[in-house]
């Protein structure tokens, strides 16, 4: 399988990084971010968002302005102000040797280096791990995070814990103060979670889950992307020990991984491992996503 590594100018992102192997592309940006701002097929539609608008921002006083630009980035938990919204509009270093992309971007000033390494595998998957080192001279508590965002229209499923713990909950659901449990785009069942990607929907929506299965499915038109993690481990996890959520406004939907949160020690790194898999469908999306549904519930 032959890969093409090649820097592009991509929209309004600069200088990116584009792989390809003949089925699948993916593009990350190198003038800022790092951010994958693309996957897909090479003659297929983007599942990342792409804001190209910047309307999503943060305005971090003393630091300057934080853009999503979308796809997927590598963030620190807590969410908190500064450390969280500190802007990365800088260069990135990049490294390509075999078939892995190394996008590193310089280190912050609260002492974090991030990375991101993508590993394409065959024809329709890649690796992606989410890396933050501790550069500081002290131990720094914090958690690992992943976020994907997610191009607009789409259905995430999300297969919830089924484990028979007697006497004991088998599952965890957080919800944030805007999140309205009633939201017409979630639905909850015995077995899953959905959330529908709804444009005209306003209000924003987030909730989390301790997701014990290891994989959500994003169904959009023709396309499906499968993102498969690590096993959900007997450790501390953020927002009452979710290692799993998923936000929603009326842009884009949001994939988001945690790791364990934990004091990392000087020169410790945190990592998160995922799997992208993406294939298309003959069927229409309702029916992908029931076939999903009847997978889950058997």
């Known amino acids: 399988m032959e890969i093409k590594c090649t820097e592009i100018n991509y929209k309004n992102f600069g200088s990116c990084i584009c792989l390809e192997n003949g089925t699948i592309k993916l593009i990350a940006t190198i003038d800022v971010g790092p951010r994958i701002v693309y996957f897909g097929f090479v003659k297929g539609q983007n599942v990342l968002f792409e804001d190209t608008d910047r309307n999503f921002y943060e305005i971090n006083k003393g630091y300057g302005v934080w853009y999503a630009y979308g796809g997927h980035r590598i963030w620190c938990a807590p969410e908190t102000i500064p450390e969280t919204y500190l802007p990365d509009n800088s260069r990135v270093a990049v490294d390509f040797s075999g078939n892995t992309l190394t996008l590193t971007p310089m280190k912050t000033s609260f002492g974090k280096q991030f ?59 957080s919800l944030w103060s805007y999140s309205d449990v009633q ?7 015995d077995k899953y979670a959905l959330l529908k990607h709804d444009s005209s929907a306003k209000k924003a929506f987030k909730v989390g889950f301790n997701v014990t299965g290891g994989q959500i499915i994003y169904v959009n038109g023709s396309q499906i992307f499968r993102k498969t993690f690590e096993e959900y481990e007997n450790v501390s996890y953020p927002d009452f ?22 004091k990392y020690q000087p020169g410790e790194t945190a990592s998160i491992k995922e799997k992208w898999e993406l294939r298309s469908s003959e069927w229409n999306a309702d029916k992908v996503i029931n076939e999903y549904i009847s997978n889950i519930t058997a």
């Open 115 to 173: 990375s991101l390494i993508i590993t394409v595998e065959n024809e329709n998957t890649v690796y992606v791990e989410n890396r933050i080192t501790n550069c500081s001279g002290k131990p720094a508590e914090f958690a690992p995070w992943s976020v994907t965002g997610l191009a607009a229209g789409g259905t995430e499923i999300i297969p919830l814990c089924t484990d028979n713990n007697g006497f004991l909950p088998n599952r965890t659901m």
């Open 183 to 189: 939201d017409e785009r979630f639905t909850l069942a």
């Open 241 to 262: 020990c979710c290692n799993f959520e998923t936000y929603t406004n009326n842009l884009f939907l949001e994939c988001e991984l945690l790791g364990e949160m934990k």
